[in-house]
């Protein structure tokens, strides 16, 4: 049996499937990823919630990088595996679909049910008063007070960021809330910050409610998504992965598919979208 049937049947077997997606979903779309196929850290760890408030200069070096991230990473568009998982939740077989990633891509794609588990880079949040801007507004502000690095260009990093190094980034200005004068942080779970207790349980709820739990294009090396692989083994829930290299959840796998992610989705969902025209 290929991998794609396998995986198709795993579908059919579980209707109500509860999707973790992550970083290998967006490679597709133009956004690189941090890990390797061993799961390890391909660059540099990113910036931490600690050093980001601790630091101005932290702050200062993060949003310049940003700043020529977010041209690019604010224009992708989603690519075949966001518009499978939107045709799965369009068929009435997703019970949710929780993501690790920041792009809001499964929703430009036409997912509705999805959980932001990372929350969204197109937003920015007062730390003080949680108000919060659209990146949109925010980048014109940072381009406004900052004319001399709107001719910097350098490769994209994961979560909008960009590979910009060797800057005086103590130059670079940052405005601050214009409601409180709060320090101003993308509205994203940065690394050593929890995920708000609110959403986890919220995805707890969906994960009680569904069959099967099935993995796309996630390490599941992060624990905040990983915790959820070990919950659905937990309570015996099947876990299907298609994922390009090793992930954390091997060892609790019902179905491992090491291939792209777009790919075996599209031919699993053809045979299934086969069978319904034959029911219908
Ligand atoms: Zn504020």
Redesign the pocket.
């Known amino acids: 049996m290929s991998d794609p049937a396998a995986l198709a049947r795993f579908i059919d077997a579980h209707p109500r499937l509860f999707v973790l997606t992550g970083a290998g979903c967006s490679t597709g779309s133009g956004i690189p990823d941090y890990r390797d196929l061993d799961g390890g850290w391909k660059r540099r760890p990113p910036v931490t919630l600690q050093a980001f408030v601790a630091d101005a200069k932290t702050r200062s070096r993060y949003w310049a990088r940003s700043l020529v991230g977010w041209r690019r990473f604010g224009r992708a568009r989603p690519n075949g595996t966001h518009a499978a998982l939107a045709r799965l939740e369009a068929d009435g077989r997703v019970e949710v679909l929780l993501t690790q990633n920041v792009d809001g891509l499964h929703q430009a794609a036409g997912s509705d049910n999805v959980i932001d588990l990372h929350g969204r880079l197109d937003t920015v949040r007062?730390l003080?008063?949680?108000?919060r801007t659209p990146r949109g507004v925010f980048q014109r502000a940072l381009e406004a007070l900052n004319p001399d690095w709107l001719a910097l260009d350098a490769l994209d990093a994961p979560d909008g960021d960009a590979d910009l190094e060797g800057l005086d980034f103590a130059s670079f200005r940052v405005p601050d809330?214009e409601?409180?004068?709060?320090l101003l942080k993308p509205d994203v779970v940065f690394f050593g910050e929890n995920v708000p207790r609110e959403r986890v349980e919220r995805a707890e709820a969906h994960l009680a409610a569904a069959d099967a739990m099935l993995v796309v294009g996630s390490s599941l090396m992060v624990f905040s998504g990983y915790r959820f692989a070990r919950a659905a083994a937990h309570a015996g829930k099947p876990i299907a992965a298609v994922n390009l290299g090793r992930t954390r959840a091997d060892d609790i796998l019902s179905l491992k598919i090491e291939s792209d992610c777009a790919a075996t989705l599209e031919s699993a969902l053809l045979p299934l979208s086969r069978l319904r025209e034959r029911v219908g």
């Open positions: 007062c003080a008063c949680e108000v809330c409601a409180c004068g709060g």
